[in-house]
């Protein structure tokens, strides 16, 4: 698992729940470190057993604590390149969503070894899309409830009020509905494709 996954989860907890938080719960699974090195691969069981301890300490299921860290990724005010990297797909939430199948590659671009599942929009009509999560390479972690987090907090990025419903899993693949009930709901946060363009 790219150390990048781990780091994330890291921080989520660390910027969100508090430093002691995270070390207790490090401590609790007793492998000899408390961070995580963003450039670093790790076995997939080490973050199966990070979601499931950091779970339990926060009585959370993990589909709960992945849309968090899904949303968190986008909507904490450190957390400032992935949401640039999304901003970068559209003008709008609909734009946004087309842009979603080429994410992977896009994100390959800037780093060249995180492999993310595949994205597939499908526009079902009248403001309703489904978006197909494929299967992640090298582990079977169900990134489908991030990617839940994502959108909701893209969702309010932009403005858009949305409706969004895990649908499961089937042969590895995850479903998202999506249903576009407001593209202007809000005002949404600033956002300039210039460098140090970003504001809100």
Known sequence: MHGLVNRAIE??????YGRDVWIETMGRLDLGYTEFEAMMMYEPQ??????????E???KTVPELLEDIGTYMISHPDS????????????????????????????HLAVSDLDLPALELRDLGDGSYSLTVGRSKGH?????????????????DYGALVFLEHRGANAGQEVILIRLLEPAFASGRAFELGVGGLAG
């Open 46 to 55: 080490v973050t199966k057993l990070l979601l499931a301890a950091v779970g």
């Open 11 to 16: 921080r989520f907890v660390r910027d969100t």
């Open 57 to 59: 300490r926060l009585a």
């Open 140 to 156: 079977d972690l169900r990134l489908g409830y991030v990617v839940v987090g994502i959108l909701r907090a893209m969702a309010d």
């Open 80 to 107: 400032d390149a992935p949401r640039r990297l999304l901003r970068f797909g559209g003008v709008d939430f609909v734009d946004f969503l087309h842009s979603l199948d080429d994410l992977p590659e896009r994100t």
